[in-house]
């Protein structure tokens, strides 16, 4: 079974402060690994993904993430954060295998304030 | 449509009725998955679809939940003698399956028990 522990359920920041939104994840087989944003108010949308090959992945808007297998983390992290970047975000792993769900932590609340 | 769609948006029931919402899923797209989404929660898994192949309904909280997808297309979920705690969003997502592939999300339908 695999599960995903979000350390923060809000994290709260200031208009172009950095930001770590933490995640950690238990599984006894190889992982898939992804972040997820819901706007206020609109459905989930993928944000990046790590599949296989370079451990950093980012995003087309500046978030970026990297996989680190010894310590079963992938945490999101921005160097600058915009209002706009208000959300709430969602780690979640799968299996490669060709038959599986995708398994979401419980989310952490992005509150961007001027 | 291009997206994924769910109805109703908006669903308010008397405790102990039964309810049906509605999925359409991507065109093309071979698994189905429905999720649930209460506050502080994250999101909890409830059923898969994948083909033609049995579905995983692991995730069903009762017996009282059931789905369908039929031709391999729109998918409803069934929730049969509401209770209070049925109270949330529950949201249909997409793929084209096997494996990691991006899910896409519907905007959910808010289900309220009264």
């Known amino acids: 079974a695999q599960s995903v522990t979000q350390l923060d359920s809000q994290v709260p920041v200031f208009e172009e402060a950095p930001v770590e939104l933490r995640c950690n994840y238990s599984?006894?087989?190889?992982?898939?690994l992804f972040w997820y944003v819901q706007y206020p108010n609109q459905g989930l949308q993928l944000l990046l993904k790590?599949?296989?090959?370079?451990?950093l992945v980012e995003s087309i808007n500046g978030f970026e993430a990297e996989f680190n297998k010894s310590q079963t983390s992938f945490h999101l992290r921005k160097p600058s954060v915009h209002i706009s970047d208000t959300a709430e975000y969602f780690c979640?792993?799968?299996?490669?295998?060709?038959?599986?769900?995708?398994?979401f932590g419980k989310g952490t609340m992005l509150l961007v304030s001027p | 449509g291009a997206g994924v769609s769910q109805s109703p948006s908006n669903k308010v029931t008397e405790k102990g009725k039964d309810v049906e919402l509605r999925c359409d899923p991507i065109s093309g797209h071979t698994a189905l998955y429905w999720y649930r989404q209460s506050l502080g929660q994250g999101l909890e898994f409830l059923i898969y679809f994948q083909g033609n192949s049995a579905p995983d309904k692991s995730g069903l909280p009762s017996d009282r939940f059931s789905a369908e997808r039929t031709g391999g297309s729109v998918s409803t979920l069934t929730i049969q003698r509401t209770q209070q705690e049925d109270s949330a969003v529950y949201l249909c997502?997409?793929?084209?399956?096997?494996?990691?592939?991006?899910?896409?999300f519907g905007e959910g339908s808010r289900l309220t028990v009264l």
């Open positions: 599984s006894s087989v190889s992982v898939y």
């Open positions: 790590y599949l296989s090959g370079s451990t």
């Open positions: 997502a997409s793929s084209l399956g096997q494996g990691a592939g991006e899910l896409f």
């Open positions: 979640a792993v799968t299996s490669p295998s060709g038959y599986s769900t995708l398994t």
